[in-house]
């Protein structure tokens, strides 16, 4: 299946959705594309591309920086690594012991990275028990950049989701309709204190709008579908 490249943000921001399976249910994952000030080329959850995705990537400019932004997204990293060698390659915290084969110039710190430090806003999401993720905001653009921790699937999915998806979300996780943090953060927030320090300093970045991994994008009311999905996590008493 050949996956295209949507202009999101004119000349700034660029999305790809991709499938993938997991857990045997079929579902979608998005790679985000920020063209930086100079032109280089920030790449963010990375498919593998084909040759026709390649060459339209290749016009929009050099690939500098290749970002797995959480701990369960890695599966493309050495694909993409393969199509841009010179790229340097950041993990999440976390990612360097889950998946020692990977090859990586830099684990992604707490603080934004000097590389990108003028255009985004960065914080690790620290303290969860199973997964864990670097969010991003692009300052310019108001978008905030997440993998997830935040999911938004429902009837006005763009894709037909499948059974197994279908019963995950309605029955076991009440995540249709009502978008959260993936089932691997509910299920035990962990440190929730260490976990509500991340989030809160999500939340007091600039941004009006939401790229995710895994459904629909939100383009309305963005924090405060932020604020519902992660109630329990911003709740410490
Ligand atoms: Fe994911």
Redesign the pocket.
Known sequence: MSCSLEEYVPGKIYIVEYPIRYMGIDLF?RMTIVRMDDGQLWVHSPCSPDAQLKSEIDRLGEVAYIIAP?T??HLYISDFQSCYPDAETFLCPGLEKKRPDLRFDWILGNHTDLRWGSEFDQVVIQGTRIISEVAFAHENSGTLIL??LLENIGDDYTHEAGLLLKFWWKIIFHMWNNPKA?PEYQVGWGDKEIVRKGLEKILSWDFDRIIL??GNLVESNAKAVLVKAWEKALKTT
Do not use: L, Q, T
Request: hydrophobic fraction near 45%.
């Open positions: 994952s959480g369960f997204h993998v997830d993936a991994a895994h």
